[in-house]
């Protein structure tokens, strides 16, 4: 076997993916689509260009089936559980942490559930979490983690992945959101970070599920509840900071119990 051979492959998926899916961004970005139009379009093109792509890279240069990327029954339902304890860690560390601690004024309210918010909860629950996790964490982070073994290894992967996560989300900053630079720096550096959260998620279950019902609750929480709280730009870095340092506590734990009882 040539030398970082699983590198190539994920590589090459994130080369295919990006070629795809930029002048698709760029595509929806000129049709000023409405948030909920943007969801229904966005599905099942995320479903081909993301999932579909990556079980077909995996079967073609892997010859291996769903299983290879983490989509398997053994271990699906505390995987589940795990993320989406890390889904909660992670909300409650950022918005509601330091507020408690100091003591500010905070309002956190429910947005209405109507059928906008019907239809974002259908696209983030049922798309997002599934399609984007299966290319960065099931395949990318695991074909990296192949080739780099060892805990070096995958902090290597997850480092690298973080990377293709928060680059793979350029495109909408830039065509559809059209994001200021610092924004889209901030959106960027926060999507990286929680990559490497969710690589940790990964490599602790070894299962698809814990990563993507992570990010699936996490995506449902921001758009189902508004918090008002005297943020500044310090004061989120430090909460964002915060909410991940919460959500990497538990599979920390696990990784340091297992090792215990070797």
């Given at each position: 076997m040539s030398r970082l051979y699983h590198t190539k492959h994920a590589a090459l998926l994130f080369?295919?993916?990006?070629?795809?899916?930029?002048?698709?961004?760029?595509?929806?970005?000129?049709?000023?689509?409405?948030?909920s139009t943007l969801y229904l379009v966005d599905a099942p093109a995320k479903l081909l260009a993301i999932l579909?792509?990556?079980?077909?890279?995996?079967?073609?240069?892997?010859?291996?089936?769903p299983e290879w990327i983490g989509l398997k029954r053994e271990g699906l339902?505390?995987?589940?559980?795990?993320?989406?304890?890390?889904?909660?860690?992670?909300?409650?560390?950022?918005?509601?942490?330091?507020?408690?601690?100091?003591?500010w004024n905070l309002s956190v309210t429910l947005v209405e559930l109507n059928t906008s918010w019907l239809v974002y909860a259908a696209y983030v629950v049922g798309v997002v979490g599934l399609s984007e996790e299966a290319m960065d964490r099931g395949y990318i982070f695991q074909e990296l983690a192949r080739d780099f073994e060892?805990?070096?290894?995958?902090?290597?992967?997850?480092?690298?992945?973080?990377?293709?996560?928060?680059?793979?989300?350029?495109?909408?900053?830039?065509?559809?959101?059209?994001?200021?630079p610092m924004w889209t720096l901030w959106h960027?550096?926060?999507?990286?970070?929680?990559?490497?959260?969710?690589?940790?998620?990964?490599?602790?279950?070894?299962?698809?599920?814990?990563?993507?019902?992570?990010?699936?609750?996490w995506d449902l929480l921001l758009g189902t509840l508004s918090v008002s709280s005297p943020w500044s730009w310090s004061i989120a870095a430090a909460s964002e900071a915060l909410g991940l340092a919460l959500a990497a506590l538990l599979p920390a734990l696990v990784l340091l119990a297992r090792r215990r009882s070797r």
């Open positions: 080369v295919l993916f990006m070629a795809i899916w930029t002048p698709y961004r760029m595509l929806t970005g000129s049709l000023n689509l409405s948030p579909g792509l990556t079980l077909f890279v995996a079967k073609r240069l892997d010859g291996a089936g339902v505390s995987a589940v559980l795990l993320g989406l304890a890390g889904g909660v860690l992670a909300w409650v560390g950022h918005y509601l942490l330091l507020p408690a601690v100091f003591g060892g805990s070096q290894g995958a902090l290597i992967a997850g480092v690298i992945s973080s990377g293709t996560f928060a680059i793979s989300h350029l495109p909408i900053d830039l065509f559809v959101y059209e994001m200021k960027i550096v926060g999507v990286f970070s929680i990559g490497l959260v969710l690589a940790l998620y990964m490599r602790v279950s070894g299962n698809l599920a814990a990563p993507a019902a992570m990010h699936s609750l």
